[in-house]
Antibody
């Protein structure tokens, strides 16, 4: 079964850090670009970041540039999102998604809450 | 920054046709994608590359493109189609992805 499973979310204080993971299974992970998308409570979907298949190229939304870092370990079939200098407005469910002319596969999401 | 514009809400009666539009300057150059999201669930891709339908998506879902506007059409709307719908595309350079603000489809 093709599957993405996020982990690593939780409660963190403003200014703190968190690393999200996305474990892939059921497909050749190293062949796909991967993205992170987030959704604040009661709000719409917002694209966060993407990484190409071998990890050599990345892109970020302006709102997270310089604070978040996307990476991947193709040997471990895992995607990461390192989030530093977290702000209250980063509070959201974070989804990883497999990209191939659209996001055909999504994880179930992991909730990140930034609050003191 | 690049934006995609959708109407906040659309309402239709069961069996009628719902049309949800999405406007953006780069849409003539970049493919558009449509996602359905029900409460508490991850989004589901219903249209890709402007008008292609993934396997398992009912035929009543279709997509079209004309200039700077793309349209998701749901023919013969059913109660189960009540959900939030998001369009998604990229900026003209293909560097950044963007989602529309979402449209809440209400089945009366």
């Amino acid at each position: 079964e093709v599957q993405l499973v996020e982990s690593g979310g939780g409660l963190v204080q403003p200014g703190g850090s968190l690393r999200l993971s996305c474990a892939a299974s059921g497909f050749t992970f190293s062949s796909y670009w991967m993205h992170w998308v987030r959704q604040a409570p009661g709000k719409g979907l917002v694209w966060v970041s993407r990484i190409n298949s071998d990890g050599s190229s990345t892109s970020y939304a302006d709102s997270v540039k310089g604070r978040f870092t996307i990476s991947r370990d193709n040997a471990k079939n895992t995607l990461y999102l390192q989030m530093n200098s977290l702000r209250a407005e980063d509070t959201a469910v974070y989804y990883c998604a497999r990209a191939s002319y659209g996001y055909h596969i999504w994880g179930q999401g992991t909730l990140v809450t930034v609050s003191s | 920054s690049y934006e995609l514009t959708q109407p906040p809400s659309v309402s239709v009666s069961p069996g009628q046709t719902a049309r949800i539009t999405c406007s953006g300057d780069a849409l003539p150059k970049q493919y558009a994608y449509w996602y359905q999201q029900k409460p508490g669930q991850a989004p589901v891709l219903v249209i890709y590359k402007d008008s292609e339908r993934p396997s398992g998506i009912p035929e009543r879902f279709s997509g079209s493109s004309s200039g700077t506007t793309v349209t998701l059409t749901i023919s013969g709307v059913q109660a189960e189609d009540e959900a939030d719908y998001y369009c998604q595309s990229a900026d003209s350079s293909g560097t950044y992805e963007v989602f529309g603000g979402g449209t809440k489809l209400t089945v009366l």
